[in-house]
């Protein structure tokens, strides 16, 4: 099947460079605009300076600032952004603590392309129909 993304902006918060060069890899043919960034710290910088944004995947276990800690600042700054968790971890209570710090969408790693298109593919409509709007909100965070 094939996937048209290139409406979409993914930030992509993971600190493995396979797993960099997996996403970039898999993204390339849907024309999605991808930004690529190592720790939570930078998604949440980015996630501030570039409102185009509207969908990210952020690794749980990341060095500076972790997953879990990153989603929680930006879910405090806007409930509408959708946030993925990603995580080689996927038993019951990781998924649990994901969504309890405000992830909306949980993939397991090793990551199945079809699994990740499907979940932004929803994440896609939602967007179009909410005529959501990225806005700034996290500048009173930092």
């Not at 997996?22 to 998604?43: C, D, L, M, Y």
């Not at 995947?57 to 990341?62: A, H, N, Q, T």
């Not at 997953?67 to 946030?83: F, H, Q, T, V, W």
């Amino acid at each position: 099947m094939k996937y048209n993304f290139s409406n979409i902006t993914i930030l992509i918060a993971e600190d493995d460079a396979c797993n960099q060069f997996f996403f970039k890899a898999v993204f390339k043919p849907t024309n999605a605009n991808i930004i690529i960034v190592e720790n939570g710290q930078q998604a949440v910088e980015h996630i501030q300076k570039n409102p185009d944004i509207q969908i990210a995947l952020l690794d749980i276990k990341m060095p500076v600032l972790d997953g879990l800690k990153a989603a929680r600042i930006i879910k405090s700054g806007n409930r509408n952004l959708p946030l993925i968790a990603q995580t080689a971890y996927s038993d019951q209570s990781q998924r649990k603590t994901a969504l309890e710090a405000g992830f909306d969408g949980f993939i397991t790693k090793p990551v199945k392309q079809d699994e990740l298109f499907n979940l932004i593919r929803s994440y896609q409509f939602k967007l179009r129909r909410s005529r959501y709007k990225p806005t700034s909100y996290l500048s009173d965070l930092t």
